[in-house]
C-alpha cells in the first residue's frame, strides 16, 4: 500500500481507527485491561484534552470520538485502539501517521524527519522527528531465526571524517562498525557492535548464521578465519580485496558483492537524506533499513508495520532524549 493507496482509503481518522480495531481485535473488540467482551460503544465531541505527564509537563492531545467502556462492574475502563499503543496520546491525526508510515516503508534511502514535516504539514521539526523514530522503533523486527544457504559477512564503518586520517574503510578514524549478513536471495542484518575483532565478529555470525549454513563468505580481512574456525569450520570462503580480486571462483560464486550492495544503500541513505545521525539511536536507522530491504516486495508491508505499531509500547519522547548524543 503506497501513499496514495493510504490518502485514498484512509480519507478520515475515523477510517483509520477502525482499521486498527480490525487489526486488534479481529475476532471482536474486547476490554485492553481486563479481556472482558462484554463492551459498549460511547460517541464523544471531538476536541482535544490535556493531560500531565509525570514529570509535571503538561502534553495535548485530539479526543478519540467514538471509543468503549468496560461493561465489568469492577473495571470499568474506557478505551479505543490505540490505548496502550505508540498512537496513544498523540495530538497527531491518525491519517497523518498513516501516511508517515507509508512514505517511510516505501523511501528506499529514507526519508528525513524535515522531509515528512514538510510532506506533511506537520507543526515543528521535534514531533516529525519523534514521530520518525516511534516508526522506526516498531521496524525492529527479528527476522529469520538463522540466515542459511550462502551468507555473505562484511563490516562497514560508519562515521565522519578526521583531518589527516583515513576516510574509507578500516581506518584508524574513530568511527563505528556496523556487521552486514546477507542471504543471497534472502534476507539481510546488520549489527551495531564495538569494534571488527574476531571474538566480536564470532559472537555475531554463531548468533544470525543457523549452524547448517553452506558457505560463508567474507573478505580477506584478518579477524574471519578466527572467527568462523570454531563453528564453521570448512565452510568459510575469502576474497582477497587487498590483491585488487572482487569475484573469483569457478563460476564467480567467492565474492561479497550483494551485502557490499545493501551497505551502499544504507550509506547512500544516511549520507543523501540524514547527513548527521546519533550514535544512540543508530540501532533504529538499521533496522529502518534492514526490515526496508526484507520487505521491499512484500505488498503487505504498510500494514506489517502498522500491526507492530500496535503491539509495542509507546516510546516517551524523554527516553529518545535522556542522554548526551554523538553524532556523525
Known sequence: MNLI????QFATDEQCLAYLEAMRWPDGVRCPVCGNAKISRVTRKSGTVTRKNADGTERTHKQRTQVYQCLEPTCKEQFSATKGTIFNDSHLPLRKWFMAIALVVDAKKGISANQLKNHLGIGSYRTAWYMAHRIRKAMENPGPAGLFGTVEVDETYMGGKQRGKGTRGRSTAKKDVVIGLRQRGGPVKFVHVDDAKAATIQKVVEEHVHEDVELIMTDDWVSYPFALRRKFNGKHRSINHSAGLYVTGDNGEIHTNTVESAFSLLKRGVIGNFHAISIKHLHRYLSEFET???????????????RRMMGIEPMPYAELISEPKAEF
Open 5 to 8: 493507496d493510504v490518502t485514498e
Open 292 to 306: 526496508r530491504f526484507n520487505e521491499r516486495k512484500d505488498k503487505d508491508r504498510f500494514g506489517k508495520t502498522v
